[in-house]
Structures are given as structure tokens and as C-alpha cells.
């Protein structure tokens, strides 16, 4: 394998973990979640810490290997680490060819809808017009990670503070709306007066916060490239968790402050909308747009930058489609060119998926839960490595060996329980989820198919110990 280049810092994987999880959900999912809690904020907030823990936990886990596995992508290695090399292989060919995919083209495209919304344009999320801007978002994207990934990343981190903004500028109002809407907002008032006649759904508001914290794995992706990997990756992903949950519960209970319960569960997606706009009139919604277009952004470039990577970790590993031609980079790059290209015409298949489903075209229709599907399939195979932790991170105390890692093997299974439509079936009864669900897996096997043909049997299995991947007594 060529050496790779050690050009990230720390403040990258902050912004890989922090840029990549805060998109357009945390924007969009405040009165859904309030409304599925009864109208009562004390009770929505307590979903949102669920969600948060089962991403804290299941970012500290991640640490925990971070600090003693260190090879080509994070989470491909800890899988392999914890049950095999063809389980890791399957699990890179993956996220190659659905997740990154999947996440990358729909977030792209409520990046398109919000740039149209800020210039005043009457173009949805579903038109061609803004599959056409989105699939140029990705072109662009793509193209600046392999020219150069040095401004990919500045990128990211700067789309991470554009995109904490919002959340700074609706904290802020909502710690003085009863001053600026009335003395009968606030935050103690949002606290007292929950919003009427809405039944309570907790199981569903747990999994809609769930899923709005998905996306922070993407950052092990540049655990090659990333300095002083095995003190900075964990930092990363323990520090970047604990900010997300922090930010989310501040920006909720400030919403609600200046709009009261009522009145978030009414706005709904528009929700912050309405509040940048009673402070500051149509130039606040056009500002909003700009920063939700900025945050999409981010997410879109930090998931890139693992999709142009996924065919270039199988190929360092011997496996995958000509290993020797993907695993070559490209002169002072380091980054190879094919893997590049690779991901972005898997990006491209998914903008013609996601068109057939956002259109409800034949059997496509059903897949328009793709990416909460392919995010709960992705969460059981990481019980693995919970498991493995327990059995065998004989160094670790109670709580770090023990307690942390059954907190995130129970999240991830809820998720997956969640996720695959299984929840909705037996305690809601509602069989369209199952079926979405069945569609998914049939796409799911046509693309998984030729990845046994791309297996490399003869590849020599090293131990642990022969590769060096295991550090003893590392510190977390």
C-alpha cells in the first residue's frame, strides 16, 4: 500500500463528527418530536437524551478502538478486528456502495431545496430542477476532495461553525423571548405549559432523535489520514458526541421558549424558520436558508470524503474490484483517483433511486426510508465490536468494559428494531414499514451481489499481533 500522508488535525475530526450528524434533521425534527411526546417539552427533551446517549455511548465504544486499532478506515478495521476479515470486507463493500451513497445524495438534495427556498424559487425537494443542482453539489464536492483534501477539510470545519449559527442565534432569542414575544414564552413557561390534545408516542420520538444523530461513523473514515490518530480520533469522537447532544437540548428548549409548544408542534419544519423571520422579517428566512444550505453542505462533503475512500480501504486489503489499480494514489493527492470516481457514480445511482421513490414509481416507491433502513442494518453489525470489547479489553474498569458498551449494543438494537419496520408492526400494527423494508433488502441483495465476486481468498489472514493493530494499555 502507498503511505499515506497524515493530513488532518484534530479540529477536522471534531468537524467530521460535529459537521456530519448536525444536517437539516436537527432543524426539521423539532415539532414532530414534541408533538410524538404529548405537546410536554420535559418529556421531548427526555428523547433527545436517549438518542444522544445511544450515539455517546456508541462513540465512546468507537474510541475505545480508535485508541488501539489504527489501519485504513476506522470502522472497517474495528469490525474486522472484532469478528473477521470477510465480515470487515462486506462491511466496506457496504458502506461504499449503499450508506455513503445513501446519505450523500439526500442530503444533497435538501441542500438543493433550501438554496432555491433562499433565492424566493418555487422548487421542492422532489423537482428535477433540484436533482439537477444537487447531483452539480456532489460533482463538486467530489472533485474538490481528490484535487485537493486540504480544502475539503478546511470546508468542513468551516461549515461546522457556519452551521452552529442557527442554533447560537435561536439559544440566544429564546433566552429572552418573554422579553422580545411576550411574558407568557420563556423558558420556564415552555417548561410549565406543554401543548394539548396530542397523544404520547415515546417509542417513535426516541427513534426519530435516534436517527437525527446518525452520521458521526463517517469520521473514522479518515482514521489513516488523521494525526496522531490514536489520541485524536477518540478525542474526536468522545468530544464531538457530548457537543452534539449539548448543542441539540439547548436549541430545542430555546425553540419552544420563543414560540411556545404550541406554536413549534404548529411550525413543525418551519419552525426555526418562523423564528428568524419575527426577528428579523423575509431577510431572516432567506439568512436560515443560506444556513441550512451551509449545513447540508458540510454533511454532504464529510460523508464524500468516505465514499471516495471506500473502494481504496477494500483495495489495501487485496480485495474489491482490481485492488492494485484502486489502491494506487494519485501523485502528491494521496487519494486514489478511481476510488474517487467510484463513490461519486454510486452517489449518482442514488439520485435515480431516490428520484424513483420520491416519485412513486413502481416497487420504488417504497424505498423512501432507505437511509434510516441502511443506518439500522449498519448499527447491528457494531454490536460486534460492543461485544468484543466486553469479552476481551481486559484493561478497562467496570464501567468502560461493561456498562458503556450494553448501553450501546441496547441502542443499536432498538434502532435496528426500529429501523427495519419491525417496532411499527407489532406495537403499531402497521404493515407498510415491513414491506418498505422487503423492497429495501431486494435492492440491498441485487447491489451486496457482486461483492463475492471480489473477495481475494489468497489474501494472507495476518493476526493481530502480526500486524500490529493492537496497542497495549492504551489510554481513553
Not at 444533497?108 to 428535477?128: E, H, N, P, R, V
Request: hydrophobic letters at 50%; one cysteine or more; glycine letters at 10%.
Amino acid at each position: 500500500m502507498n503511505n499515506i500522508k497524515k493530513r488532518y488535525g484534530l479540529w477536522t475530526g471534531i468537524a467530521m463528527v460535529v459537521g456530519i450528524v448536525i444536517g437539516s434533521g436537527v432543524f426539521l425534527k423539532a415539532g414532530g418530536v414534541l408533538k410524538l411526546c404529548g405537546g410536554d417539552l420535559k418529556l421531548s427533551i427526555l428523547a433527545w437524551f436517549i438518542g444522544g446517549v445511544i450515539m455517546i455511548t456508541s462513540g465512546f465504544c468507537f474510541a475505545v478502538f480508535a485508541t488501539r486499532v489504527t489501519k485504513y478506515n476506522g470502522v472497517i478495521d474495528y469490525v474486522e478486528v472484532a469478528t473477521n476479515k470477510k465480515t470487515g470486507y462486506f462491511l466496506a463493500w457496504l458502506m461504499t456502495n449503499f450508506y455513503y451513497p445513501i446519505i450523500a445524495s439526500v442530503v444533497a438534495l435538501f441542500a438543493g431545496s433550501y438554496f432555491f427556498k433562499m433565492l424566493g424559487l418555487d422548487i421542492g425537494l422532489t423537482d428535477i430542477e433540484n436533482f439537477i443542482f444537487a447531483f452539480l453539489i456532489v460533482t463538486v464536492i467530489i472533485v474538490m476532495n481528490y484535487f485537493s483534501p486540504a480544502i475539503s477539510a478546511k470546508f468542513q470545519v468551516s461549515a461546522t461553525f457556519i452551521k452552529l449559527l442557527p442554533i447560537i442565534i435561536v439559544a440566544v432569542v429564546g433566552l429572552f423571548a418573554s422579553l422580545i414575544v411576550g411574558s407568557e414564552y420563556g423558558i420556564i413557561n415552555a417548561f410549565k405549559n406543554p401543548a394539548t390534545g396530542y397523544d404520547i408516542n415515546f417509542g417513535d420520538a426516541i427513534k426519530k432523535t435516534s436517527f437525527a444523530y446518525e452520521g458521526w461513523v463517517c469520521a473514522t473514515a479518515i482514521n489513516a489520514e488523521l494525526k496522531d490518530s490514536k489520541r485524536n480520533l477518540p478525542k474526536a469522537l468522545v468530544g464531538g458526541t457530548i457537543a452534539i447532544l449539548a448543542f441539540y437540548i439547548i436549541y430545542y428548549i430555546s425553540l419552544s421558549a420563543f414560540l411556545g409548544n404550541a406554536g413549534t408542534i404548529a411550525e413543525d419544519a418551519n419552525a426555526p424558520i418562523a423564528v428568524f423571520q419575527t426577528i428579523m422579517g423575509k431577510f431572516g428566512v432567506i439568512l436560515f436558508s443560506f444556513f441550512i444550505m451551509i449545513s447540508c453542505l458540510g454533511t454532504v462533503n464529510g460523508v464524500s470524503m468516505g465514499c471516495c475512500r471506500g473502494m481504496f480501504t477494500m483495495s489495501c486489503r487485496g480485495h474489491g474490484i482490481k485492488p492494485e489499480k484502486f489502491a494506487k494514489v494519485s501523485g502528491n493527492r494521496n487519494i486514489s483517483f478511481r476510488s474517487c470516481l467510484y463513490g461519486y457514480l454510486c452517489i449518482c445511482l442514488m439520485f435515480v433511486i431516490w428520484y424513483l421513490a420520491m416519485h412513486n414509481i413502481w416497487i420504488f416507491g417504497h424505498l423512501g426510508a432507505m437511509d434510516e433502513i441502511i443506518c439500522a442494518i449498519i448499527y447491528l453489525v457494531y454490536v460486534t465490536m460492543y461485544i468484543y470489547i466486553m469479552k476481551n479489553f481486559k484493561d478497562l474498569n467496570v464501567f468502560k468494559r461493561f456498562i458503556v458498551p450494553l448501553f450501546a449494543i441496547l441502542g443499536s438494537i432498538f434502532f435496528t428494531f426500529c429501523g427495519t419496520g419491525l417496532y411499527q408492526l407489532i406495537l403499531q400494527k402497521k404493515v407498510n414499514s415491513l414491506i418498505d423494508f422487503g423492497v429495501f433488502m431486494i435492492l440491498f441483495v441485487i447491489l451486496m451481489f457482486p461483492s463475492i465476486f471480489f473477495y481475494n481468498k489468497n489474501v494472507k489472514e495476518e493476526t493481530i499481533e502480526e500486524s500490529n493493530l493492537i496497542e497495549e494499555n492504551p489510554q481513553i
